[in-house]
Structure formats: C-alpha cells, structure tokens
C-alpha cells in the first residue's frame, strides 16, 4: 500500500487547509484511514479516523473544525482543517491499517501563525 500525502502550508489563525492522501486501489474501502498528526517534541498522536464502514472518530481538541471523508472512486482519504489554530501546528500523517498491516504516507507540515 502506497499513501502520497498532499495539502501542508502556512496559514493563519483561523483559516483553513485541505490534506489529501491517495493511496493504492481499494486501500480507501479496506483500510482504516486515519490522520495522525506530531508537534514538535511530542509523540504521533490521533487526529482523526474513518473505517470502511464509515464510523468516524475525531480527537477532543478537532471536533467541529475537522472533517475526515473518503472518495472510494479516486482512493483518496481528506482532512478537512477549518478554524486552524497555533496549537494545531504539526506535521500531519496519513495512516492506513488493517490487522497488522500498518502503512504511513509521508508527513506534509502545518504552520498556523498567530
């Protein structure tokens, strides 16, 4: 599984950003995907997930500005980021897992200034 991950930048405090990451066919309906995000000094964390079904999770500190969602036809998984803020300044990762299989994207780096 190949995940391409697009959609970093810099943008200020209260703007908004798209991630896109495609990945290799059917990866999207049989994966779990998910966005993990690491700031500076702190572990990988869970921003947001989205399973084959369609249950979707999203941490505390995203829920109401983010939005996780699938295009099975284009294999691609989207983070929608509106109300950016400083704190959620980090490198970004798209994750697809499934057993044991656990595939990572490259990571695409968030700024949000003040």
Do not use: H
Request: hydrophobic residues 30%.
């Amino acid at each position: 599984v190949q995940l391409q991950a697009s959609g970093g930048g810099l943008v200020q405090a209260g703007g908004s950003l798209r991630f896109s990451c495609t990945t290799s066919k059917n990866t999207v309906s049989m994966y779990v995907m998910s966005w993990y995000c690491q700031a500076p000094g702190k572990q990988r964390e869970l921003v947001a997930q989205i399973t084959p079904g369609g249950s979707i999770y999203y941490t505390d500190s995203v829920k109401g500005r983010f939005t996780i969602s699938t295009d099975n036809a284009k294999n691609t998984v989207y983070l929608q980021m509106n109300g950016l803020k400083p704190e959620d300044t980090a490198v970004y990762y798209c994750n697809a897992a499934r057993g044991v299989q656990n595939f990572w994207g490259q990571g695409t780096l968030v700024t949000v200034s003040s």
